[in-house]
């Protein structure tokens, strides 16, 4: 078996499904997709028993914008309606995959909130929405670490301060750094195994 099959074959499903629709496509938001991911393997000391469920959450988070599932032109619910139609994945992924990030607000910018919430609430586990919002938050295009602050002005920058994103950035940048400073507090308290 070559190396190339053997790394295939120790990537989960959620893995292989981000690969299929992005690494091609769109290389780019692959490589955010998998630092995202590996950003939330940091976690699992505050997340314990939903470690995978943060993982496929963070892995499969952006898988909206590859081309062929453009539907809406808003990618956590097209992603969201993708995984769950198409691949039958656990309901809190597709959930935290909607919603991921504040995805509320942007719903809003683009007259989808209503749909979103309907098809997709919000998650009540509210260390696992925190979660994925930091992963996100903390994590550049290019898949490095960074931090929020940079993120949202990249963010901005890259769309532009008038633009849906750019708008809903914003008012999403207080709950941002509310959710990455929440993560970053429980992170301090956990206890070393």
């Known amino acids: 078996m070559s190396s190339e099959l053997r790394l295939e074959a120790r990537l989960t499903r959620e893995q292989l499904i981000a690969q299929h629709e992005l690494a091609g496509p769109l290389p780019r938001r692959w490589a955010h997709s998998q630092g995202v991911a590996a950003r939330a393997g940091t976690l699992a000391e505050i997340v314990g028993d939903r470690a995978a469920l943060i993982n496929s959450a963070a892995v499969l988070h952006d898988v909206g914008y590859a081309p062929r599932l453009v539907v809406t032109g808003f990618h956590p619910l097209d992603g969201a309606r993708f995984l769950r ?8 992924v597709t959930r935290l995959v909607a919603n991921h990030s504040f995805a509320l607000l942007e719903a809003e910018e683009r007259g989808l909130r209503e749909v979103l919430e309907a098809e997709f609430p919000l998650l009540e586990d509210q260390l696992l929405v925190d979660a994925l919002v930091y992963c996100d938050m903390t994590t550049t295009p290019d898949g490095e670490p ?30 941002i750094y ?16």
Request: proline content about 6%; aromatic content about 4%; charged content about 35%.
């Open 85 to 92: 139609d198409e691949h039958g994945v656990d309901e809190r």
């Open 146 to 175: 960074t931090t929020a602050p940079e993120r949202v002005a990249e963010i901005v920058s890259r769309y532009g301060a008038d633009s849906i994103v750019g708008r809903f950035i914003r008012r999403a940048e207080p709950e």
């Open 178 to 193: 509310a959710a990455v400073a929440r993560v970053e507090a429980a992170m301090g308290n956990a206890q070393p195994r």
